[in-house]
């Protein structure tokens, strides 16, 4: 009896084995390998055990109760700039399995990183957080909006911001060729920007200079720049943007994958939607928004230049295939939030204007004279959003931000693009294998990325981990309702830290911001 309880003294003073032991669950564990059935321990924030721990003490157990249990989702191309200091915890990431974010990307980031990620750290975030240092924004840094090519000194000094940028722990360097004011650069700058990042092992992601008639050369474009950098290459929200051109992503995949048989690290991610978003001025022609506030509002009201713009954006509405602007459908607009939910075309009629391109233009630079709008637009096939997510190298990613609950109508992606593609594209249509899906969510991304502790449930790495139930996941957003969080993710926890109990968030604070370790002295 007094050995008995000498060895009971003993067990209590060691404490419980685990910190967290999610037991009874079907795990996948993010390889693509078929689920097996296991418990998963927890220590001190990373993975300590997956096994069958019967007898083991843990100070918290979750029944998973035949549920799957698999590594936090990674998604790379998120824009959380601004929407994480009102909504530090993320909580649509969350509420969507989503429990680390790529931001940074297509050529817009926070200047200077170091001192934004210290901001994070001071307030406390729920997710995971790793940045790109974006084109856009050391080019603004050194040459404003400026419509011409840089000079070679110029150049030197945007690579010098790249390299400050990565050495505070940039995790790549993203371009975003169709925005102010990188669309004025040419593929020799983009390609001498990428070496910084290259040199410390970061990514090239690309949201390329074009996504449909000319999408084959902004993929040699992206590559290019990707091999001279010696960077791996991730192409942004891969697409056929182009309704003529509808049908023909195979060209564009079938380049991607020459590609990787040449040996070029290459890969793809995509947001499982026809729709895309972004901001209204992408409708108007590059030269109509370069320099400064002053010189675009006199283009605007300068008659003979306003005609040249209305010429030029009816010429490019009939070259991607559309009749008029009714694809185009207002997120945001904060002069008159009546106008959000509807297109162009309907709030032209609200106008009382003729049902013509030429007056809808005029509404479209009526909204820009007052400041521009975030759009939402109809702008892919669904054969071809199929098509992409069949490719075994195309990751999922929201191209969303964290949102206010009720706030705008923004594109539903931010809120369900996790549980969309586990719920219509595996359950459903059966597109993918659900081990498949997890993989595009989480070793891929992971992979690329260089996350090297995430992306996996294996031993010693960080315990980022949902329980998910599959025949119950689904995503509620949508466009004409876009704030309603996905279902289905009970549980989810980030660096061992339980933010979602029983489908409910918690009030912790578990996401960490993640610097990029060069592999540079």
Not at 45 to 61: K, L, M, N, Q, Y
Not at 171 to 188: C, E, K, M, R
Not at 342 to 347: A, D, E, F, P
Request: contains cysteine; charged residues 25%.
């Amino acid at each position: 009896m007094k050995l008995w309880c000498a060895a009971l003294l003993a067990g209590a003073l060691a404490g419980a084995d685990f910190d967290i032991l999610i037991r009874n669950g079907r795990v996948v564990d993010g390889s693509g390998n078929p689920w097996f059935r296991a418990d998963v321990g927890i220590k001190a924030g990373r993975i300590a055990s997956v096994g069958s721990f019967p007898h083991s003490t843990a100070d918290r157990v979750i029944d998973a109760k035949e549920r799957v249990i698999a590594p936090g989702f990674i998604d790379v191309h998120t824009h959380i700039e601004g929407g994480i200091d009102k909504v530090p915890r993320g909580d649509n990431y969350l509420l969507d399995g989503v429990t680390t974010v790529v931001t940074g990307n297509c050529g817009g980031s926070e200047h200077p990183l170091s001192e934004w990620f210290r901001k994070l750290e001071r307030t406390g975030i729920g997710l995971n957080v790793a940045s790109l240092v974006g084109h856009n924004t050391v080019r603004r840094q050194v040459m404003g909006t400026a419509n011409r090519l840089a000079a070679a000194e110029e150049i030197a000094r945007m690579q010098a911001l790249v390299e400050e940028a990565m050495t505070q722990g940039a995790v790549g360097f993203s371009t975003g060729l169709i925005y102010i004011p990188g669309t004025y650069s040419n593929a020799d700058e983009v390609a001498a920007l990428a070496k910084p990042a290259g040199k410390h092992g970061g990514v090239y992601a690309s949201h390329m200079r074009d996504e449909g008639e000319k999408v084959l050369a902004a993929i040699d474009e992206a590559v290019r720049a990707g091999r001279e950098a010696g960077a791996r290459v991730q192409l942004s929200h891969f697409k056929i943007d182009n309704r003529r051109l509808w049908g023909s992503a195979v060209k564009s995949l079938d380049l991607v994958e020459r590609y990787r048989r040449e040996g070029v690290d290459v890969v793809v991610d995509q947001y499982p939607y026809d729709r895309s978003s972004t901001n209204l001025g992408i409708t108007l022609p590059s030269w109509a928004l370069a320099d400064d506030p002053d010189a675009i509002r006199e283009r605007l009201s300068t008659p003979a230049t306003r005609r040249r713009i209305t010429a030029d954006m009816a010429k490019r509405l009939r070259e991607l295939g559309h009749l008029n602007y009714s694809y185009a459908t207002v997120a945001n607009f904060a002069p008159d939030r009546s106008y959000e939910g509807k297109t162009i075309t309907q709030i032209n009629v609200l106008k009382k204007r003729p049902r013509t391109v030429s007056a809808e233009i005029r509404t479209i630079l009526d909204l820009m004279a007052a400041g521009g709008a975030q759009m939402v637009y109809h702008s892919m096939g669904t054969a071809d959003v199929e098509r992409i997510m069949r490719y075994p190298n195309t990751a999922v990613a929201s191209d969303g931000g964290v949102r206010e609950f009720g706030v705008g109508m923004p594109h539903p992606r931010s809120y369900g693009t996790n549980a969309r593609v586990l719920a219509e594209f595996v359950r459903v249509r059966k597109v993918l294998t659900l081990e498949d899906a997890v993989r595009r969510m989480t070793s891929l991304p992971a992979r690329t990325f260089a996350l090297r502790e995430r992306g996996l449930v294996r031993e010693g790495m960080a315990a980022d981990l949902l329980v998910i139930d599959t025949a119950r996941v689904a995503d509620k957003a949508t466009f004409q309702q876009p704030h309603q969080y996905s279902e289905g993710f009970d549980w989810v926890l980030v660096n061992g830290t339980v933010m979602v109990e029983d489908g409910k968030l918690t009030e912790a604070r578990g996401g960490r911001v993640l610097r990029h370790r060069s592999v540079t002295p």
